[in-house]
């Protein structure tokens, strides 16, 4: 009676070796299980990044169209200027306008140029200040912030007569802008590009 209960003890229990073996895979299951949400985490994360930063140049990209769409003419020599400015070794414009559809009452002059990072990236900068006042001068209390970060170029052409100009200071309305604006997402050059043509054209 003894004999068979010492027995049938014996064969319930695990060896040693069955245990570390047990260990072992358990370990390498929850390694497995960690690097793959890692892995995951990461993708997440990077992907969120990239949306999030799209999204912002769309948006940038929306609101620069309404603004030359609710241009007006405050300054009747230069009512849109349009700069090329190859500078950086990258494809860059500089756009001014008088419009409408800024924030501050009565209109804004705004201004859209390319300025370089410390670290030697460029950013799309938007300068908002008073209608006529060049945004430039020290007194002219426009306000300056960074619209679009990591930018690859920023191309701005006015359309007059079926042909596309980079350069555009004459005293008349062009008769479409197109803005092409390329950004850098994970490692890829995205162009976001419209066409917008200010009302006033339409009106004159």
């Given amino acids: 009676m003894r004999r068979l209960r010492a027995q049938s003890m014996s064969?319930?229990?695990f060896?040693?070796?069955e245990?570390?073996?047990?260990v072992f895979l358990l370990a390498l299951l929850l390694g497995t299980v960690y690097s793959a949400f890692f892995v995951i985490h990461d993708a997440t994360s990077t992907t969120t990044g990239?949306?999030?930063r799209l999204q912002e140049a769309r948006a940038t990209m929306d609101l620069m169209r309404r603004e030359i769409e609710a241009a007006f003419p405050e300054d009747e020599k230069h009512p849109v200027e349009v700069m090329d400015r190859d500078a950086y070794g990258k494809q860059t414009s500089t756009l001014v306008f008088d419009t409408f559809g800024?924030?501050?009452a009565g209109g804004s002059r705004v201004t859209y140029s390319v300025a370089e990072a410390e670290d030697g990236r460029l950013s799309l900068i938007k300068t908002v200040g008073p209608a006529g006042v060049d945004s430039s001068?020290?007194?002219?209390g426009a306000s300056e912030v960074e619209a679009v970060e990591d930018v690859v170029s920023f191309l701005v052409e006015a359309q007059n007569r079926d042909q596309w100009h980079r350069t555009w200071r004459e005293n008349t309305w062009p008769e479409d802008i197109r803005v092409t604006l390329t950004i850098r997402l994970h490692g890829a050059e995205v162009p976001l590009v419209f066409t917008a043509r200010p009302y006033v054209k339409e009106r004159l």
């Fill in 19 to 22: 245990v570390l073996i047990a």
């Fill in 11 to 13: 064969q319930a229990g």
């Fill in 137 to 140: 001068s020290a007194q002219s």
């Fill in 50 to 52: 990239t949306v999030v």
């Fill in 15 to 17: 060896t040693l070796l």
């Fill in 102 to 104: 800024s924030a501050l």
